[in-house]
């Protein structure tokens, strides 16, 4: 189907078109699909005419705390720089410094030359991404090691793209050169089911999708009296209880849910017996 017949077939059946929050998600969406099957697959993301600064991790932070230098960022700036103790938007393909952040050892300068998209991908495979900076402190960190030059990537850029269901964690997984508002590719967005990488197509390819389901558990006590003798661990007692359950709920226009079933304690019991209490 196209981007948008997609879109539709998933709304009316399921929830939506995939969202993608991880690479455990993206893990998870390959190993569903059938070995011999080797193209791509549209997924929910669309650019859209909206623009906002997220960070390589998939935060959405600035708002909380910037670091820009006077007159950043500029028309065509779409990833961030930092030099000086300050934060410089540069066009996403300049070939420039970078800086890794690495869990265990905090901030480390690269000093060999590659692209926004690059130095994200070298920093996610060895060591745990581009920096992101959420206080003055971590923006002290980082000057200690970068000081007054060279430019250095960070993980800050430009991103205009939206989730279907509006989702707005911002994790991409990018072939490169499609990281940020590349144009003339399309404004909708496929996955390899080889590389596993995001490649920005036109949105009326004919693809094969990913649907996903919204899935909500909602747990619910319940008292019962008991008029008469029942052996309350009979399988087949609790299975009429859920009928009847079920027919209720329905009967009352609840009819929203895909299964009910019990949910037992940590040593395995359903059901636990209660004094009766006479109220006045």
């Known amino acids: 189907?196209?981007?948008?017949?997609?879109?539709?077939?998933?709304?009316?059946?399921?929830?939506d078109l995939a969202t993608v929050d991880s690479m455990d998600d993206v893990n998870t969406m390959m190993n569903t699909v059938n070995d011999g099957y080797?193209?791509?697959v549209w997924i929910g993301l669309q650019n859209t005419t909206q623009s906002r600064w997220v960070w390589s991790n998939g935060e959405d932070t600035i708002s909380q705390y910037s670091a820009w230098n006077p007159g950043d960022p500029s028309d065509g700036s779409y990833c961030v720089a930092f030099i000086s103790n300050a934060w410089h938007g540069f066009p996403c393909g300049t070939e420039l410094y970078f800086v890794c952040f690495n869990e265990m050892t905090g901030y480390i300068l690269m000093n060999i030359y590659k692209n926004w998209t690059d130095a994200q991908g070298y920093c996610k495979q060895y060591h745990t991404d581009l920096p992101t900076i959420h206080n003055s402190q971590e923006q002290s960190q980082l000057y200690a090691v970068v000081g007054d030059g060279p430019w250095a990537w960070i993980g800050l850029y430009l991103d205009s793209w939206q989730w279907s269901d509006q989702w707005n964690l911002a994790f991409r997984?990018?072939?490169?050169?499609?990281?940020?508002?590349?144009?003339g590719f399309g404004d909708c967005v496929t996955m390899s089911t080889v590389s596993k990488k995001w490649v920005q197509s036109p949105c009326n390819e004919l693809h094969h999708f990913f649907c996903f389901l919204d899935v909500k558990i909602q747990t619910v006590r319940l008292n019962l009296s008991l008029?008469?003798?029942?052996?309350?661990h009979d399988p087949s007692l609790q299975t009429a209880i859920l009928k009847k359950i079920s027919e209720k709920l329905k009967s009352a226009g609840l009819n929203s849910f895909n299964t009910i079933s019990w949910r037992t304690d940590e040593v395995g019991e359903l059901f636990h017996r209660q004094n009766k209490t006479t109220f006045n």
Request: net charge positive; aromatic share 20%; glycine share 8%.
């Open 173 to 183: 997984n990018w072939a490169t050169g499609y990281t940020y508002r590349t144009s």
């Open 1 to 15: 189907m196209t981007w948008t017949q997609a879109q539709s077939y998933c709304r009316e059946r399921f929830t």
């Open 227 to 232: 008029d008469g003798k029942y052996n309350l």
């Open 38 to 40: 080797s193209g791509s």
